[in-house]
């Protein structure tokens, strides 16, 4: 039986149900989750409610309120564009539109091939190379047309496919 929100309710909470304090261990349970299987499975979330003690909706409230942790099947590759201010005015103000043309997917959503998932997301504090895309850990910076959208995009997709090749 998972612990009840009421026993949490003296600390502050950032995700509701999980104390601020006990939020660290929960991540790092759902980190690892991610890394071993691509996504928080719905058994990664039962395995980690009966380890911590919290239940499956209340680890469910922590995956769903931070954006890097995923709740079904993402891309290989998880394409973050920038859409904050620095970003947009320095030329990167049509960025989701042209990654959204080449991927041929909307934000949110994964191309059929399993490689790509596209997200506008806010700032990341990389400002000074604006317009940036990160993709998975690593920020590309000066994403200011569209044609350097799709060599960037491109650059992976020959990438994973020479991966694919050599397994
Ligand atoms: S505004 Fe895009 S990284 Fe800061």
Same mark, same amino acid.
């Given at each position: 039986m998972g612990k009840k929100l009421s026993e949490n309710l003296s600390e502050k909470t950032c995700a509701e149900g999980v104390s601020k304090a006990d939020q660290p261990k929960v991540l790092a349970l759902l980190r690892e989750a991610q890394e071993r299987d691509g996504y928080v499975t719905h058994q990664a979330v039962e395995r980690i409610s009966k380890q911590t003690g919290f239940t499956e909706s209340e680890i469910d409230g922590v995956a769903s309120f931070y954006?890097? /942790?995923? /709740?079904k099947p993402v891309g290989r590759f998880i394409v973050r564009v920038c859409a904050s201010p620095s970003c947009v005015v320095n030329g990167g103000g049509r960025a989701l539109e042209w990654a959204s043309e080449v991927l041929g997917v909307s934000d949110g959503e994964t191309t059929k091939d399993g490689l790509f998932t596209l997200e506008a997301v806010s700032c990341f504090g990389r400002c000074e190379t604006a317009p940036n895309v990160m993709i998975n850990e690593e920020n590309y910076g000066g994403i200011d047309s569209k044609e350097k959208m799709r060599n960037l995009i491109e650059k992976l997709r020959r990438e994973a496919a020479a991966r694919e090749a050599t397994k």
């Open positions: 954006a890097m /942790l995923y /709740l």
